[in-house]
């Protein structure tokens, strides 16, 4: 496996040309990666979750539009096919916010053309590594005057890494900044069912970062917190809604569930930009309902009864009163003692 420092890990990069894009079905075996210069690919690779995680599918969104520009101007298409091509993009997954708000972020700067474009879709990349960064600080503050004064034993589910962002990470930046305080014992990483991105891909960040950690079957993690093997657990979000109500990865509302029951902070970590406050509460949150392929078959042979139909939702809903603190740039938020999403100021 070739071996990348942590901070060197770019999910999302413009190429001048297109997109160059990590191929995240193919971790950990290889770091390889995805020349995008057309909207057909890029909308293929976020459904194929090549590309994924909210933060990262905004990046990818915003420079998306910039791609359907260059394709306009290359096939010659008109106003009303370009648009066509755009609202392909923001489409191409319902769930998480961050999509959408990266290409209508863009939007107004389609009449000033490509370089306008480019420009601001920059501007929010390197506004989500800064962003991050301060989640990471913000987040490892709250969980410190919290927890145990030892290194902690922390839970993680899905990836909300630097994979997931356009760098460093939410959910992963708040353990790698505890990590640099020397304040992590182990991390529990949740292997994500169907598609592993626990396994896959936050170990894989855990590793490259030399934070420890330990892969765990997603049924296990209830018990694991409920056994007192786990001091808090830190998830991101593909969605927040304006009560609080959190979608992410789903099997991540057991995760809170079990930590309520146990006594211990469920931290939720993501960028202001994937708090919706136009959507009431998790109740209005679209889930997207995956392929059943996901979960009939494994490497591509068929591992249930021939004929068998399947449920494959991709996220599930955390109810606010779960949530112990919502972790943004601008601070944090206590949740479940009654504060609604706003816009922070840090504590």
């Not at 879709?121 to 506004?127: F, I, V």
């Not at 503050?141 to 997931?164: E, F, K, S, V, Y």
């Not at 896959?200 to 997603?218: C, F, H, K, S, V």
Request: glycine residues 8%; hydrophobic residues 50%.
């Amino acid at each position: 496996m070739l071996r990348v420092m942590a901070h060197d890990v770019r999910a999302v990069e413009w190429t001048g040309q297109g997109l160059r894009l990590i191929d995240q079905t193919v971790l950990p075996h290889r770091l390889e990666h995805l020349d995008v210069r057309d909207v057909d690919t890029l909308v293929a690779a976020i459904r194929n979750l090549a590309v994924r995680g909210a933060p990262a599918l905004g990046v990818a969104g915003a420079f998306g539009v910039a791609i359907a520009i260059r394709q306009a101007e290359r096939e010659h298409w008109d106003d009303a096919a370009r648009d066509a091509a755009i609202g392909r993009i923001r489409n191409a997954r319902p769930t998480a916010v961050n999509l959408a708000a990266g290409v209508d972020r863009v939007l107004p700067l389609v009449p000033k053309g490509l370089d306008a474009v480019v420009a601001e879709a920059q501007a929010l990349l390197d506004e989500d590594v800064h962003g991050n960064r301060a989640i990471g600080r913000h987040g490892a503050d709250w969980i410190l005057a919290r927890t145990p004064d030892r290194p902690l034993r922390i839970l993680t589910h899905c990836n909300a890494g630097a994979l997931a962002t356009a760098g460093w990470g939410t959910a992963l930046g708040v353990v790698r900044e505890l990590h640099a305080r020397a304040r992590v014992e182990v991390v529990y990483a949740d292997e994500t069912r169907p598609l592993l991105q626990g396994a896959r891909l936050t170990a894989w960040e855990l590793d490259q970062a030399g934070i420890p950690y330990l892969i765990q079957a997603d049924g296990a993690a209830p018990a694991t917190i409920l056994r007192g093997l786990v001091d808090v657990a830190v998830v991101g979000a593909d969605r927040i809604a304006a009560n609080g109500d959190t979608a992410n990865k789903v099997g991540t509302v057991s995760v809170a569930l079990a930590c309520a029951e146990a006594g211990i902070p469920f931290v939720v970590a993501a960028p202001w930009s994937t708090v919706d406050l136009n959507t009431a509460s998790g109740g209005d949150i679209p889930i997207e309902e995956r392929a059943p392929e996901e979960i009939l078959a494994w490497n591509g042979a068929h591992a249930a009864p021939e004929g068998a139909r399947a449920y494959n939702p991709a996220f599930d809903v955390t109810p606010a009163k779960l949530v112990s603190a919502l972790v943004t740039e601008t601070g944090v938020l206590e949740v479940s003692s009654g504060e609604t999403p706003r816009r922070a100021s840090s504590r």
